[in-house]
């Protein structure tokens, strides 16, 4: 059984089925037909929902994507919808800004978009563009055009009073510490099954009973078997409620990521230290896919075009695998070792990620080439870091996505590099390695003949904007 709030109805579920997702259960069990289905891939936002989570004494709300989100994520949570926002015959004031600037024609796409206006008026106080910008941009509209939609998003700020929402926190914040449970709860119907364990060790005993079990946790890649290709999952562990899985903490000497950390939580652990990490992750997919995809799912599903596994390779993060009571790390680049095939064991899973804190002597650059700015999978991803003192490469590591089978280092370039004079003539021969490194394949996002091209122009940009570093560094100095 599961319980959560949907808004202020407590609701208990006992027999709905695993592989349901959010928005089924609200179009055909609630008869909530607010929430639309666009694609039921997270690409398009008309699913737009919002979770409310405990934080403390306080309640985090999320967008997220109702056709990518299976009920059993709902568990100790309030979910929202476009339904719920009006209140005592008033509009809320993300959907009167929507009206007042005209930011609706057809109406389809418009409950999602308020949704994640909503969730932006709850999180940011005072948003300036960008912060709009990322907020809607996984939310597509093919009516309006974006300029009201955006006027809206401002306009909504308009209006000071606080609404039912924030009115109603304290007794909401009571009401869902009641719902926290220490037990496992579960949901089965017919032969589909699904676990929700609270621990880490409960996941552990669980897979060693279950080693056919799917890993559950953002769910935007694994319900995409379900929506896509109609498939049915018979048992599934889901391991968001896991909370020290869902960690991203740092260290003096480390940034410790769990593998059930939203990628939205692990922006915020690296982008002090890894400016470009955290400009990648602002890329990748939308917001509602980040406020729920983990790093540990980026990781385990060894897709050679995932964004993250690349620049983790180029840190030289190292990854811990758990079975039982037994527990490994390796670096992160062993781990895959084939087309969607890694190191991990029957009965085994991703605990966590460890990075190393920067040196300051490092470099690290990540490049996205992909079609489309926001919400787009990689063409090419490359992650360069590169140790230089007294114009000498002393360390480097390169890796690339999109141009194998799996995430992998330019281990020739890198050898052609350390050791030698940081010059064009050195980045003209590592450039050439990379022919050595990888023989990349031809599909319907690039051509080999780009890959390869685009993989050189990389490492020729990051020396190009090593140098401009370098004498801005030398200028200020002077200054």
């Not at 109805?9 to 008869?31: C, F, G, I, K």
């Not at 141009?403 to 050195?426: D, F, Y």
């Not at 990349?440 to 003949?449: K, L, Q």
């Amino acid at each position: 059984m599961i319980k959560f709030l949907l808004n202020q109805e407590l609701r208990e579920e006992h027999s709905l089925d695993p592989n349901m997702t959010v928005l089924n259960y609200l179009r055909e069990q609630v008869a909530k037909t607010g929430t639309k289905e666009g694609c039921a891939s997270g690409d398009c936002g008309a699913c737009t929902v919002v979770l409310g989570e405990l934080d403390g004494d306080s309640i985090r709300y999320k967008s997220i994507n109702a056709c990518l989100t299976f009920v059993s994520a709902l568990d100790g949570k309030q979910l929202i919808t476009v339904e719920d926002l009006k209140h005592q015959g008033k509009l809320h004031k993300s959907q009167q800004a929507m009206v007042d600037k005209h930011g609706s024609q057809c109406g389809f796409c418009t409950p999602g978009i308020v949704m994640s206006l909503f969730a932006l008026g709850k999180n940011n106080a005072s948003p300036d563009k960008d912060e709009v910008l990322e907020a809607l941009a996984g939310n597509l509209c093919r009516c309006t055009g974006y300029r009201p939609i955006l006027d809206a998003a401002f306009a909504m700020y308009e209006d000071t009073a606080d609404d039912q929402f924030t009115l109603r926190e304290a007794a909401t914040v009571e009401r869902l510490k009641k719902l926290q449970s220490e037990q496992i709860s579960e949901l089965q119907h017919g032969n589909h099954q699904c676990h929700n364990p609270r621990t880490s060790d409960e996941l552990a005993a669980l897979l060693l009973q279950h080693p056919d079990a799917r890993l559950l946790a953002g769910g935007t890649d694994l319900a995409l078997e379900v929506t896509q290709f109609h498939r049915e999952l018979d048992r599934l562990i889901y391991v968001g409620d896991i909370k020290e899985m869902a960690q991203a903490e740092v260290f003096e000497d480390r940034i410790e990521l769990g593998a059930a950390a939203p990628l939205s939580k692990c922006y915020s652990a690296l982008s002090k230290d890894y400016p470009d990490f955290g400009n990648l992750l602002h890329r990748f997919a939308s917001l509602q896919i980040r406020n729920q995809g983990t790093l540990g799912g980026n990781i385990g599903n060894a897709s050679p075009i995932g964004d993250a596994p690349p620049a983790l390779i180029a840190l030289n993060a190292q990854i811990v695998l758990r079975k039982g009571d037994q527990r490994r790390a390796m670096p992160l680049e062993q781990f895959f070792v084939d087309y969607k095939v890694t190191l991990l064991e029957e009965s085994e899973f991703i605990e966590k990620v460890v990075v190393p804190r920067a040196p300051a002597a490092d470099q690290f650059r990540a490049y996205k080439i992909s079609k489309r700015l926001d919400d787009d999978i990689s063409a090419v991803l490359g992650a360069l870091n590169i140790s230089v003192e007294n114009d000498v490469v002393t360390d480097a590591c390169i890796a690339f996505g999109g141009m194998a089978a799996i995430p992998k280092r330019a281990s020739h370039c890198e050898k052609v590099l350390i050791g030698s004079a940081w010059n064009q003539a050195t980045i003209n021969k590592a450039m050439e390695a990379l022919e050595q490194d990888f023989a990349p394949i031809s599909d319907f996002r690039a051509s080999r003949e780009y890959r390869m091209l685009t993989a050189r122009n990389l490492l020729q940009r990051y020396f190009i904007e090593s140098q401009i570093v370098e004498v801005e560094t030398r200028v200020t100095a002077y200054v």
